[in-house]
């Protein structure tokens, strides 16, 4: 027999894997979601193995499953859940190209029956972890919903068929990228709060006007004490107010802005909105929070009802006049499943830093949300992420950045606030003095 190819050696641990769900399927004839999300995972990792050529050069998914059929006689007689020593070296023999076209196949018709067994909406707040044995080692991914439709939704951009076509209604995503751990969060509106996601999309940043910072020298570095502005109370509740009147999605303030009497304002003004009145999603910008004789910079992510907060830490301190940030260091990335898209998190310099573009292709998020502190240097990365990130995975990216007020004159800064955001395919940078900016996919501009 010919030379394996190298793909077909590097996937030999999941045929294996494929072989071991077989013999359980047939042993025990377990009909349970967890063969499927471990099959489905599993095929999609090896396909994930193969070269971008191959990847490209698979121009569309044959065979997509038939909804009317049942899902326990189309997937219990799959080829890949029937696998035997007989069946496995007849795969050997296919062309690559040939195998990978019945991986994909496998794909669609394994995803169909996840999703008509979970045709609700997830009520837990945690997507779970899907484990698969590879060659003799676990390897933990997440399976959830994609809602990746709407007038927001970028053209096809540079991905190829496999990755913007295969997974339709679903993703899967690593547990651990980078040695770092991935959460997925859900945020689930109740029924009177459901958004329309075929309406545009459109996110507000608040900026704080006349803005002072307030830090003081630790052992190892620094720390901020007190981030105050004219009227702050006041300007948060301006922009609650502002972000509601213009039904936006998502709000966002900018980093180590939002102090823990700041977020408990938040927290009040959103539970005191009317039912019928869509409260956005709240990234609550970030602070330094005591931990452990050191701290962490943690933003807070609130939902519309105010219920128990998702928090992301960020990664990588930054330099502020002579210090170091004094943090100890996040070891997660988060995604948020919402009902307008799937969004990640990253504060400031866990975005702009060039180094950390791979964890955000490895996420292939929709939208890129990062609240900031910073100078033109900062927002200058921020547009080069923006713009890489885009390219890679038609992500588009929302930075809301509080200017450091010390450098407002210098490097052409003119005002309080910056932001970053995607509009078509190159990202723009936008100084404004007005207190709350939006952006809409209809304009694709901040107004």
């Given at each position: 027999m010919a030379a394996l190819s190298h793909w077909k050696?590097?996937?030999?641990?999941?045929?294996?894997?494929?072989?071991?769900?077989?013999?359980?399927?047939?042993?025990?004839?377990?009909?349970?979601?967890?063969?499927?999300?471990?099959?489905?995972?599993?095929?999609?990792?090896?396909?994930?193995?193969?070269?971008?050529?191959?990847?490209?050069?698979?121009s569309a998914v044959a065979g997509r499953y038939?909804?009317?059929?049942?899902?326990?006689?189309?997937?219990?007689?799959?080829e890949f859940l029937t696998l035997d020593d007989r069946k496995l070296s007849a795969l050997r023999r296919k062309s690559d190209a040939r195998l990978f076209e019945m991986f994909c196949g496998a794909i669609g018709r394994f995803e169909g029956a996840y999703l008509r067994r979970h045709d609700g909406i997830r009520k837990e707040t945690k997507v779970p972890i899907v484990t698969v044995k590879l060659g003799g080692a676990e390897h933990d991914f997440h399976v959830f919903r994609s809602r990746r439709r709407g007038s927001w939704k970028p053209s096809a951009g540079s991905k190829p068929t496999f990755e913007k076509g295969v997974l339709t209604g679903l993703r899967i995503v690593p547990a651990v990228i980078d040695d770092l751990t991935v959460s997925v969060e859900c945020i689930r509106p109740s029924d009177l709060r459901e958004f329309d996601i075929e309406n545009p999309i459109r996110f507000a940043g608040c900026t704080f006007d006349n803005f002072t910072l307030g830090t003081k020298k630790t052992q190892t570095g620094f720390c901020v004490v007190t981030a105050d502005a004219k009227d702050k109370n006041q300007q948060i509740e301006d922009a609650i107010r502002s972000a509601v009147a213009q039904e936006c999605h998502l709000l966002v303030f900018p980093e180590l802005t939002i102090d823990p009497d700041s977020i408990t304002l938040i927290r009040t003004m959103l539970a005191k909105l009317p039912l019928e009145q869509q409260a956005p999603v709240v990234v609550a910008g970030s602070w330094h929070h005591p931990e452990n004789g050191s701290f962490i910079n943690k933003s807070v992510v609130l939902d519309g009802e105010s219920i128990a907060p998702i928090t992301y830490n960020k990664r990588l301190p930054f330099r502020y006049v002579s210090d170091d940030e004094d943090i100890i260091k996040g070891q997660s990335l988060l995604l948020l499943e919402c009902p307008f898209g799937i969004l990640t998190v990253a504060i400031c310099l866990d975005f702009c830093d060039k180094t950390q573009i791979g964890n955000f292709v490895a996420l292939d998020p929709d939208f890129a949300i990062v609240p900031s502190f910073g100078n033109a240097q900062t927002l200058q990365g921020h547009h080069d992420t923006a713009k890489s990130l885009y390219q890679q995975r038609s992500c588009r990216t929302f930075v809301v950045q509080q200017l450091d007020p010390t450098q407002i004159g210098q490097g052409g800064l003119t005002a309080h606030g910056g932001y970053v955001h995607q509009s078509s395919s190159e990202p723009s940078i936008h100084q404004s003095s007005a207190p709350v900016c939006v952006w809409s996919s209809t304009t694709n501009s901040i107004t």
């Open positions: 050696l590097r996937i030999d641990k999941h045929l294996r894997a494929l072989m071991g769900l077989s013999q359980v399927a047939q042993d025990e004839q377990s009909h349970d979601d967890d063969i499927i999300e471990k099959a489905l995972v599993i095929l999609w990792d090896a396909a994930n193995q193969a070269s971008t050529t191959l990847k490209r050069e698979f038939d909804p009317t059929r049942s899902e326990i006689e189309e997937i219990m007689d799959d």
